[in-house]
């Protein structure tokens, strides 16, 4: 049985990393942290009963499957449209080019298809492994290094043109 103490400890063991998930779902940091509210208070509620270990994976878990039916969701869609309609295009001419580049990076990967960015995020930037990203998302460890292989491609495809001179020296 969860109580409030055990609940708190959680919130503040995975809190950060359950919202990075979601946000990299979401591409909305509000988005992101509503999300992981409900998870938590949707946990407290059922009162699972996990030892530590399958904690972190039941939550993470738990964060995807909302944050794909968020995106699903005819609120979500809603809210896209009235973006696109009522977004400016227009950019700062102050912005200094490495600060563009890493946009046109951070860009291109929210670009990918939501699976080949699953994997690409979880491999690079959580650190985890094929294995681990595979028991994850419950596939086999084959489909997301298919998955990767193909994300580093669609990523180079669309990173090609660049100028990386910044990167490099700055």
């Not at 298919?146 to 660049?162: C, H, I, P, T, Y």
């Amino acid at each position: 049985m969860i109580d409030e103490d055990k609940l708190e400890r959680l919130m503040q063991l995975y809190t950060k990393e359950l919202l990075r998930v979601s946000f990299y779902y979401t591409h909305n940091i509000h988005t992101a942290q509503d999300i992981v509210q409900e998870v938590f208070i949707k946990f407290y509620h059922k009162q699972v009963v996990l030892i530590d270990e399958e904690m972190k994976p039941y939550l993470l878990r738990m964060v995807i499957n909302q944050s794909k039916d968020h995106l699903k969701s005819w609120h979500y869609r809603k809210m896209k449209i009235v973006e696109k309609m009522f977004s400016q295009s227009g950019h700062d001419p102050n912005h200094l080019i490495l600060k563009e580049e890493k946009d046109a990076i951070s860009e291109a990967i929210f670009s990918l298809p939501l699976k080949q960015r699953e994997a690409i995020t979880y491999y690079y930037f959580e650190g985890y492994t094929s294995k681990e990203i595979s028991s994850l998302l419950k596939v086999p460890e084959s489909t997301i290094k298919s998955r990767l292989n193909k994300g580093r491609e669609r990523l180079r495809e669309q990173l090609k043109m660049a100028d990386w001179e910044a990167l490099l020296n700055g």
